[in-house]
């Protein structure tokens, strides 16, 4: 069975959210950011999208989420760095390519 585009895209979306937030010191930061260094990777959603995708990894457990309003901050949790970095895995999320 293959994967519609447009699932893989979002997945791979949530992946480059993933990583960027292990790079980041801290291991966090604002939607608002994130949704602007996703263009860098080739990904372009809206921040609505952005903040849906950052609800629904927080939902996994894979970061924790502050809402202040009109941006979501972010916190990368244990288990979201090791999806991140391909040492877990979770079914929505694609797996790091070497």
Do not use: C
Not at 29 to 47: E, K, T
């Amino acid at each position: 069975m293959t994967t519609p585009f447009s699932d893989y895209l979002r997945q791979d979306q949530r992946l480059v959210m993933l990583r960027i937030l292990s790079e980041l010191p801290q291991f966090r930061s604002n939607s608002s950011v994130i949704a602007n260094l996703l263009g860098q990777f080739g990904h372009h959603p809206s921040r609505d999208q952005v903040k849906g995708d950052l609800t629904w990894l927080g939902e996994q457990g894979l970061v924790s989420i502050d809402d202040i309003g009109s941006v979501l901050v972010v916190t990368l949790t244990e288990r979201g760095g090791d999806v991140a970095a391909g040492r877990a895995l979770v079914p929505g999320v694609s797996k790091p390519r070497p």
